[in-house]
């Protein structure tokens, strides 16, 4: 039977329909399901690769020892009442996850905020979207997103502002280049200083430079102003703060030419924007990280939501700011309170109103009555000694946080760390002192809300292994063992969303636009069969919910939005001499976060297999940097070493780095570990996108790969990279020291058995060596080593793992790396959804495939979840101009 669930990726919320199989699951897209209408991305569409038992926590754990249940809780509730009682509720805090469900996410705020009495529970949503909240609830009122999917099939105008589309939410970006297909009038404009592949799509690239989107967006301000295009009665009855914000813009960005010169951008293509904005009636201006990670991320919401005040596009179809989110769940986080500096049901903390409501709601013994301590500023604390226990629940912060190695040391000087995770060995965990084993995507009940409100179901199809537990549950253990039995006596999900529900509707009267009062009272029975829903007003039937700000109301007291003034800063960090480069960071196509989930699929890992820096060539020739060598990337904070790649996206002055490698798949390359930790000051984001860097060449003496059934033993290299294969491991790894002997050195890194079946071959002169190591003719392992960084295909070696045994033919040919059919060598994946291979795009290209159809038609690349389009067009692309 299939379930109707939702995937646990990106914040687009597709939705999945999963049948459980042996070894994993069956999976598709949800065709009912408003987010997807059927469609996913790679990631999503390899789910059912990643759902196996290798490396799961399934035992509590106490100082490395398996223990039952009632033990590990125990020792939790029993660290956290000795701080608790020794130095107060704000000894004591909570790291939580847009990957939660909203039920956990509500025990858990609750627990602290209402009973611990303490606003110590922070997210890892604060590194990827609080800026954005805070531009909100400045403008509107209250966190609102007041666009939806619709929006973007409806609009004549679509604004990308810091968002590779394309690649991190590849469904949404699909349903944007085929309404284009459709209606060739839409208009797409993208503005990034890389060229992702979401450009492929746009009319108009604005590679603007890093940092200066409020200098864009002040411009645009004053633009409209000047040529009179000012929504006049919308302004005058709906908003306040249009003068002010006119006069900042006009005072720093009046003047287009300047604003060109201070941005980087050509004139032209910068009036071409103004215009097309100032002319165009339904824009939508979609914006992600590369607007909210950044110290003045908040300015920058607000200065894109002043263009749609101003003119008047928001409240109706295909208009208005969209900030988009990372996490499957970062919405449903904001609307618990799962932020430090937000209440419950957005309701604030600040409000003494508001605590009275939720404290009587929840009949807690007290509430939190200041904001807690946000992410950097909590693991800061920490480091000082000021928080003696924490409980960290499915994330990953030694990795993911800036200023990584500072967390690292805070959690090693921590008296309690507590990790919640379905995962045994992550970086993080490493540190714990207490390990409770969660449930798993496909485990566990819940809800999740995705980017444009619509509130979905995860449902369990897999029982969950051994002795993992829900985090719901495990909180609600924890509490009860410190006193608060009454309140945490939960029957299940179910009741806990109910629960939710009556809290948005308690004392709102229409003074909140989160307000779930349709779903009270569902039940079991209802909130099993529960379809997506979009608040404001949620129905269980899945009904629409009326457009926010359609009436022109907003949140604040007055019923007016506001427009802010913002005035361009500068980043935290200043280039210098010693770093005189912009680190930008950020994900790639097929992977997601730490790769704890998606790292264990084959498929997704044989895209980018490797942790890289991409640079411009020109500054690759000027650090003395060839491509394809290893480089080391330094700041102030810390370094890593990757391999370098000269990709054409990337202008000069800037390097490219994504966050997904730790320290558990690559030697040195937590990109966290780099970035500063200089944060907005008012949401408290980092600024993952603009850190001062320098690039060195990592000097080795050779470079190599080996493939392997097992586990290597890399402590005599000096860099080494891993990724799942399927049956085997890949490892990409390079060396300082040459070893005596390399047959010797191949066996003990591979673990050969003395008398194992070895082939090898060796070049001295050429400085290559080659084996392979055989076990009644199957292949075991293969390693590959040469001086030069440009080695052998790894495709066709890749399939020899899934033979029983090598034929004669295969292996006599097994050193040359190049199967007897040329055919049957597939080239570098582009398509993961189907394995389709740069040779094989290129053969049917040559054949006289002429388009993506025709690829498609031959190939299947490009026709499922559409990830790799912009790639596909680029194979067109350099075909034609050969050709040409």
């Known amino acids: 039977?299939?379930?109707?669930?939702?995937?646990?990726?990106?914040?687009?919320?597709?939705?999945?329909?999963?049948?459980?199989?042996?070894?994993?699951?069956?999976?598709?897209?949800?065709?009912?399901?408003?987010?997807?209408?059927?469609?996913?991305?790679?990631?999503?569409?390899?789910?059912?690769?990643?759902?196996?038992?290798?490396?799961?926590?399934?035992?509590?754990?106490?100082?490395?020892?398996?223990?039952?249940?009632?033990?590990?809780?125990?020792a939790v509730a029993r660290g956290f009442r000795e701080s608790i009682d020794r130095h107060g509720p704000d000894s004591v805090a909570f790291y939580v996850s847009g990957q939660l469900l909203t039920e956990d996410y509500y025990v858990a705020n609750k627990l602290m905020k209402g009973f611990i009495g303490s606003a110590n529970i922070d997210t890892n949503s604060r590194l990827c979207m609080s800026s954005a909240v805070a531009a909100h609830k400045r403008a509107f009122g209250e966190d609102l997103v007041p666009t939806t999917y619709e929006d973007l099939e409806l609009a004549e105008l679509i604004v990308l502002v810091g968002s590779n589309l394309a690649w991190c939410h590849p469904v949404l970006y699909q349903q944007i280049r085929k309404v284009k297909e459709l209606r060739p009038s839409l208009r797409v404009v993208v503005i990034d200083p890389r060229r992702t592949p979401t450009c492929d799509t746009a009319d108009l690239h604005l590679p603007l430079r890093a940092g200066t989107d409020v200098t864009l967006f002040n411009g645009l301000l004053s633009w409209l102003a000047q040529h009179r295009l000012v929504d006049r009665a919308f302004v005058d009855a709906h908003t306040r703060g249009a003068a002010q914000a006119l006069l900042v813009a006009e005072n720093t960005a009046g003047d287009a030419a300047a604003v060109a010169r201070l941005c980087g951008l050509d004139i032209r293509a910068l009036r071409?924007?103004?215009?097309?904005?100032?002319?165009?009636?339904?824009?939508?201006?979609?914006?992600?990280?590369?607007?909210?990670?950044?110290?003045?991320?908040?300015?920058?919401?607000?200065?894109?939501?002043?263009?749609?005040?101003?003119?008047?596009?928001?409240?109706?179809?295909?208009?208005?700011?969209?900030?988009?989110?990372?996490?499957?769940?970062?919405?449903?986080?904001?609307?618990?309170?799962?932020?430090?500096?937000?209440?419950?049901?957005?309701?604030?903390?600040?409000?003494?109103?508001?605590?009275?409501?939720?404290?009587?709601?929840?009949?807690?013994?007290?509430?939190?009555?200041?904001?807690?301590?946000?992410?950097?500023?909590?693991?800061?604390?920490?480091?000082?000694?000021?928080?003696?226990?924490?409980?960290?629940?499915?994330?990953?912060?030694?990795?993911?946080?800036?200023?990584?190695?500072?967390?690292?040391?805070?959690?090693?000087?921590?008296?309690?760390?507590?990790?919640?995770?379905?995962?045994?060995?992550?970086?993080?965990?490493?540190?714990?002192?207490?390990l409770l084993p969660a449930a798993a995507w496909g485990e566990k009940d819940?809800?999740?809300?995705?980017?444009?409100?619509?509130?979905?179901?995860?449902?369990?199809?897999?029982?969950?292994?051994?002795?993992?537990?829900?985090?719901?549950?495990?909180?609600?253990?924890?509490?009860?063992?410190?006193?608060?039995?009454?309140?945490?006596?939960?029957?299940?999900?179910?009741?806990?969303?109910?629960?939710?529900?009556?809290?948005?509707?308690?004392?709102?009267?229409?003074?909140?636009?989160?307000?779930?009062?349709?779903?009270?009272?569902?039940?079991?029975?209802?909130?099993?069969?529960?379809?997506?829903?979009?608040?404001?007003?949620?129905?269980?039937?899945?009904?629409?919910?009326?457009?926010?700000?359609?009436?022109?109301?907003?949140?604040?007291?007055?019923?007016?939005?506001?427009?802010?003034?913002?005035?361009?800063?500068?980043?935290?960090?200043?280039?210098?001499?010693?770093?005189?480069?912009?680190?930008?960071?950020?994900?790639?196509?097929?992977?997601?976060?730490?790769?704890?989930?998606?790292?264990?699929?084959a498929r997704l890992a044989?895209?980018?297999?490797?942790?890289?820096?991409?640079?411009?060539?020109?500054?690759?020739?000027?650090?003395?940097?060839?491509?394809?060598?290893?480089?080391?990337?330094?700041?102030?904070?810390?370094?890593?070493?990757?391999r370098l790649r000269t990709s054409g996206e990337i202008a000069r002055g800037s390097i490219f780095v994504p966050i997904h490698w730790s320290g558990s798949n690559a030697s040195d390359a937590r990109v966290g570990a780099l970035v500063g930790p200089g944060v907005d000051p008012i949401s408290g984001e980092p600024e993952f996108k603009n850190t001062p860097a320098r690039v060195e060449p990592?000097?080795?003496?050779?470079?190599?790969?080996?493939?392997?059934?097992?586990?290597?033993?890399?402590?005599d290299v000096s860099w080494w990279a891993c990724a799942e294969g399927g049956r085997f491991r890949r490892y990409e790894i390079a060396g300082r020291s040459v070893p005596h002997s390399w047959s010797s050195w191949g066996r003990s890194l591979v673990r050969a058995e003395s008398s194992a079946d070895w082939i090898d071959y060796e070049d001295a002169n050429a400085g290559t060596y080659r084996a392979a190591y055989l076990r009644d003719d199957r292949l075991e392992a293969c390693l590959f080593v040469s001086p030069q960084p440009q080695l052998l295909s790894?495709?066709?070696?890749?399939?020899?793992?899934?033979?029983?045994?090598?034929?004669?033919?295969?292996?006599?040919?097994?050193?040359?790396?190049?199967?007897?059919?040329?055919?049957?060598?597939?080239?570098?994946?582009?398509?993961?959804?189907?394995?389709?291979?740069?040779?094989?795009?290129?053969?049917?290209?040559?054949?006289?495939?002429?388009?993506?159809?025709?690829?498609?038609?031959?190939?299947k690349a490009g026709t499922n979840c559409g990830s790799c389009v912009p790639e596909l067009q680029r194979f067109l692309g350099s075909a034609l101009a050969v050709s040409a």
């Open 1 to 74: 039977m299939k379930v109707r669930t939702t995937c646990p990726y990106c914040g687009v919320g597709c939705g999945v329909l999963a049948r459980a199989m042996d070894g994993g699951a069956e999976i598709s897209g949800d065709p009912e399901h408003p987010a997807n209408r059927g469609a996913l991305c790679s990631k999503g569409s390899a789910l059912g690769d990643t759902l196996g038992l290798q490396g799961r926590l399934l035992r509590p754990q106490a100082r490395g020892v398996d223990v039952e249940w009632d033990v590990a809780l125990d």
């Open 272 to 434: 071409d924007f103004y215009e097309w904005f100032g002319s165009t009636e339904r824009v939508v201006t979609l914006f992600s990280q590369g607007v909210n990670q950044s110290s003045s991320g908040t300015d920058k919401g607000n200065s894109i939501i002043n263009a749609h005040l101003l003119t008047g596009r928001i409240g109706r179809p295909g208009t208005g700011p969209f900030s988009i989110t990372g996490q499957p769940n970062a919405m449903g986080g904001r609307e618990v309170g799962g932020l430090a500096n937000t209440l419950a049901a957005h309701m604030e903390l600040e409000n003494a109103e508001h605590r009275r409501i939720v404290r009587d709601f929840w009949a807690a013994p007290r509430i939190a009555e200041r904001p807690g301590l946000k992410a950097v500023d909590l693991f800061e604390a920490m480091h000082r000694g000021q928080i003696k226990a924490v409980w960290i629940i499915g994330t990953n912060p030694v990795v993911s946080l800036p200023n990584a190695d500072r967390a690292r040391e805070a959690l090693r000087r921590c008296d309690l760390v507590v990790v919640s995770d379905c995962v045994a060995q992550t970086d993080t965990t490493a540190l714990a002192h207490i």
């Open 446 to 601: 819940g809800t999740v809300t995705n980017s444009d409100r619509h509130i979905s179901r995860q449902r369990s199809f897999l029982p969950a292994p051994a002795l993992a537990r829900p985090d719901w549950w495990m909180i609600c253990q924890v509490a009860q063992r410190l006193g608060f039995r009454r309140g945490f006596s939960y029957s299940g999900v179910a009741e806990i969303f109910d629960e939710h529900a009556r809290l948005s509707a308690a004392g709102n009267g229409g003074r909140r636009a989160f307000q779930l009062g349709g779903l009270i009272g569902l039940g079991e029975q209802g909130y099993a069969g529960l379809r997506p829903t979009q608040w404001p007003m949620a129905r269980p039937d899945g009904q629409d919910a009326p457009r926010l700000f359609a009436d022109g109301r907003f949140y604040h007291a007055d019923g007016r939005a506001r427009l802010v003034a913002t005035r361009p800063r500068p980043p935290k960090f200043a280039l210098d001499q010693e770093y005189p480069l912009v680190l930008n960071t950020g994900r790639i196509r097929d992977q997601w976060h730490t790769m704890t989930r998606s790292g264990r699929s």
């Open 606 to 642: 044989s895209h980018l297999a490797e942790p890289f820096v991409d640079m411009h060539a020109a500054d690759a020739l000027l650090f003395g940097a060839p491509d394809g060598t290893l480089v080391r990337v330094v700041t102030r904070w810390g370094r890593l070493v990757a």
């Open 698 to 715: 990592f000097v080795v003496n050779w470079y190599g790969f080996a493939l392997t059934r097992g586990s290597l033993s890399p402590g």
């Open 794 to 859: 790894r495709s066709w070696l890749a399939s020899l793992f899934d033979q029983p045994r090598l034929t004669p033919s295969e292996r006599a040919r097994v050193l040359t790396a190049r199967p007897a059919d040329p055919r049957l060598e597939t080239g570098v994946t582009v398509c993961a959804c189907f394995g389709v291979g740069s040779n094989a795009i290129e053969a049917a290209i040559a054949a006289g495939c002429r388009d993506l159809s025709s690829i498609g038609q031959r190939l």
